[in-house]
């Protein structure tokens, strides 16, 4: 493994772009005119879900070529293009070759630099914002999975640099794949059409198994760094997965905020904590909030990753006419004054993400996911910090939060202490 | 050893063994039919001994005439070019070089040596001496836990199997034809979550605290990422989404548990079992037997509470689909004996009963759903899991537990399709 010793862009960021003006005018640097065959792309973390979102990527289009890899693992990427090339139609267009598999912390930089048109950002969700603003600077389109940063500063420059793909015509596409279930897409026009009267409460539950538990110290190699243990067991660091609510109850969240028509909550107030010990991790293992929207709309998101417990994945969507359940069984329905079940051929959503992605770039009509993404991601963040410190936090709050989660330089071979998990009525709001 | 080379010399064009028969013989039957296995074609000894060949006479010969009749391979007929050098090759002696060793292909065969052929021989001697011990119970809890489930008795028999409605009205599901099956038990009921999950997690089936070398060497699922009851309920009611892997790990979790053999049952054991004497493909009062679309109210319902069948067995239609051994394949004319056609490909396999979310016509005792790549589309990761259909929430299943115990090559490919990983 190189030595990689990445200081941090978002340093700069912090220091002084935020509120600079946006370069304007930029010209579609990849039109349809440039793209006139193969459309190169290039994967940022390949694993599990970085190899679904490249062989998704390359069934979208029958000239996308994925000819350039980035992993801190060459065996994450020996095994990645081994289960690509098993598929015979994308065989031909797996085509990064040892010359283009790059490794190390700063190896994104090295897949934006081969000539790529298109980048997945598939790693730690805490790398999202700095690997994010390198691509739109160097004119790529974007797949970035969800969530898009582990702190506001993430989700304010991501902000910025999503502000940036819209001035030159870049396509932002992100993996808060319910926005492209067609299901789910149908629901919500029910729901946005008042097919549940007046909005009252939305209600989701999370409950999982643990997603990624923490190994015991013990199995740390010798001389393994701080930071690539960490980085290898990701899920357990808040810098780089945001905790539970943040990285994978994400989606609920998501929902929530595409129910209130990604409008902000006023406030909120949440419990959380840990109850399983964490074996050198600091992030949750339950959370409950809940979220105060104008006119006295509430939003409760309840997520939970211990083993052995009750496990639910499902929203309940009460209005003043009728009550809206998804997750309660296999397809969404409407009860009380309207009487609704969702009924048709369910597209694959992680498919659609690309499909429409490559369409776009092909037609030269970009999408933009930036400001959504944000907001969603924000939305969790702030029942995050509502957790953490035991205090009501107000949305704007949570969108000027000072909290620096993810550390400004990440040195692979560096030391890097576990920041203390917080401790409501402790830990203070920054 | 081989036997000793025969002199039968034709003065016909020979039919080269090594180049034209050994082929077909590794190719075609060597996956079901190697050393070891109850029909053993591996070798000349056992073809002579077992008069599957007898030199010279092919139509005296069940390994020519299996295969000019049709009746094997399983997967349908082989091309007629290859039928006649098997024939020309036992009218000219049949002869096999000495030192000729047939071996099945190499993805399908598990080698002797490997671990978990291993485990099977030691699954299979537990099995053997649990048998001697008692007659198997109709009850049986499983070990360390308080669950427990029910097999009902299942006698030998002949059936009609496949659709008895009107040529061409169910294609797949004709032409009838008959199957006569040898006696096996069958689990009254769909199995549970409260079953299921003690192999999704060990540490809730007690296993932390009784370690069992046999039961812990057989491979289980890997955690899910979502939650696959899907909101419709754990205790009592069918487990579902699994892939027919999981199933077959199941089984072989289970038998390992209990010492008795289980697997799931050939679509044709199913049938018999499903239909219970009825020659109707389905109950007129369906209702009253099965949880389908119009009266399950979009979910699965706990097992048991519709009537049983005539033999006991409840859900056989409607509330799951349940997986079976097989892969779908056309069904062919003429009577068959314990027929299972053995998984080649990673679709389609072959699911029964229809479901709660099926219209009532789907829901029959002759009705074949093969499975498909779509069933697993809500796994963002890759590779796909090998364990959950994330999009079959409909689909569970039951074992079998047949009365004479195979050999372990037979359990080992029960228990394993080899066919988990999805191809492209």
Avoid at chain 2, 113 to 131: F, K, P, S, Y
């Amino acid at each position: 493994m190189k030595i990689d010793k990445v200081v941090s862009d978002r340093r700069n960021f912090i220091k002084g772009t935020a509120g600079a003006a946006l370069i304007a005018g930029f010209p579609a640097i990849i039109s349809s005119q440039s793209v006139t065959n193969a459309i190169k792309v290039g994967l940022v973390g390949c694993g599990g879900r970085g190899t679904g979102a490249a062989s998704q990527a390359l069934h979208a289009d029958d000239y996308a070529e994925l000819t350039a890899v980035a992993d801190i693992d060459q065996a994450q990427i020996d095994k990645s293009l081994k289960t690509l090339k098993a598929y015979s139609q994308l065989q031909s267009r797996v085509r990064a070759e040892s010359s283009n598999q790059f490794l190390g912390l700063d190896a994104y930089k090295k897949v934006i630099d081969s000539g790529v048109d298109v980048v997945i950002l598939t790693t730690p969700p805490g790398f999202r914002p700095t690997h994010l603003a390198a691509c739109i600077d160097a004119n790529k389109h974007v797949f970035c999975e969800k969530p898009i940063a582990t702190d506001a500063l993430g989700v304010r420059w991501v902000l910025e640099t999503s502000e940036k793909a819209k001035q030159k015509n870049l396509s932002l596409v992100a993996g808060f794949c319910w926005r492209y279930s067609n299901m789910i897409e149908d629901t919500f026009q029910q729901l946005h059409g008042g097919a549940l009267g007046r909005l009252v409460a939305y209600y989701a539950t999370y409950y999982t198994n643990p997603v990624k538990p923490m190994p015991p110290a013990s199995e740390r190699p010798a001389g393994m760094s701080d930071t690539e243990w960490q980085i290898r067991n990701w899920y357990n660091f808040v810098w780089l997965c945001g905790d539970s609510l943040v990285e994978q109850a994400v989606h609920s969240v998501d929902k929530v905020a595409w129910a209130m028509n990604d409008e902000p909550p006023v406030s909120c107030v949440g419990v959380g904590g840990r109850v399983i010990p964490a074996e050198g991790g600091n992030i949750y293992d339950h959370f409950e909030i809940n979220y105060l929207y104008p006119n006295g709309v509430r939003a409760f998101i309840a997520n939970r990753q211990i083993e052995g417990c009750y496990n639910e994945n499902s929203d309940y969507v009460l209005g003043t006419d009728s009550t809206l359940t998804i997750g309660r069984g296999p397809v969404p329905r409407i009860e009380g004054k309207t009487n609704w079940t969702w009924s048709g051929q369910k597209y694959d959503m992680y498919q659609r993400e690309h499909d429409l992605l490559f369409a776009a770039i092909r037609k030269n009509q970009p999408m933009n996911d930036g400001k959504r993404m944000a907001t969603s991601t924000l939305l969790a963040l702030m029942g995050r910090m509502a957790a953490y410190t035991g205090q009501q936090i107000t949305w704007d709050q949570a969108m000027n939060s000072q909290e620096k989660i993810f550390p400004e330089t990440v040195d692979w071979h560096g030391s890097l202490p576990v920041a203390p998990r917080a401790e409501p009525g402790i830990t203070k709001f920054v | 050893m081989l036997g000793a080379v025969l002199l039968h010399l034709s003065l016909a064009a020979q039919v080269d063994f090594r180049s034209a028969v050994a082929p077909i013989l590794e190719q075609q039957c060597l996956q079901c039919h190697a050393a070891g296995a109850h029909v053993d074609l591996s070798s000349h000894q056992r073809l002579l001994d077992q008069k599957y060949v007898t030199p010279g006479n092919p139509s005296k010969s069940p390994l020519y005439t299996s295969l000019e009749k049709g009746s094997m391979p399983p997967g349908g007929k082989l091309p007629a070019a290859q039928i006649a050098a098997i024939r020309d090759w036992i009218a000219q002696g049949a002869a096999w070089p000495s030192g000729a060793v047939l071996t099945a292909p190499k993805s399908q065969a598990p080698p002797a040596q490997d671990a978990e052929m291993q485990n099977v021989r030691e699954i299979r001697e537990r099995i053997l001496a649990h048998q001697q011990q008692k007659p198997q119970p109709s009850k049986i809890t499983i070990p360390n836990t308080t669950v427990s489930y029910d097999m009902v008795p299942i006698a030998a028999g002949d059936f009609q199997m496949g659709s008895s409605a009107k040529p061409g009205s169910n294609p797949s599901a004709q032409p009838q034809h008959e199957v006569r099956l040898d006696a096996f038990s069958m689990q009254a009921h769909e199995v549970t979550w409260d079953e299921y999950r003690f192999f999704m997690f060990a540490n809730q089936a007690g296993e932390t605290g009784h370690k069992d070398a046999a039961v812990d060497a057989v491979s289980r699922p890997t955690r899910p990422y979502v939650e696959m009851s899907f909101g419709m309920g754990i205790n009592g009611y069918p487990a579902i989404s699994m892939t027919q892997h999981a199933a077959n790990k199941y089984a072989e979790w289970l038998s390992a548990k209990t010492g008795e053999f289980y697997r799931l049952p050939t679509e044709a054991e199913w049938e018999y079992a499903c239909r219970a004497g009825m020659s109707e493909d389905r109950p007129s009062d369906i209702g009253d037997y099965a949880w389908y679309a119009a009266n399950s109210n979009g979910k699965y319902a706990l097992v048991g509470k519709k009537k049983p069948n005539a033999w006991g067995l409840y859900d056989m239609l409607g509330n799951v689909m349940e997986w079976t051994l097989d892969a779908y394949a056309p069904y062919k004319a003429g009577p068959q004996t314990n027929p299972w056609v053995p998984a080649t490909e990673p679709y389609p396999q072959v699911a029964r009963g229809g479901s709660w979310n099926d219209p009532a016509d789907a829901v029959s005792c002759a009705v074949r759903v093969g499975s498909d790549p779509s069933w697993k589309q809500q796994d963002p990761q890759l590779p796909k899991s090998i364990w959950y259909l994330t999009d079959a929430q409909w689909l569970g299943f039951r074992l079998v537990r047949p009365a004479k115990v195979p050999t372990a090559e037979e359990m080992y490919k029960y228990w394993n399709n080899g066919v988990e990983h999805d191809e492209h």
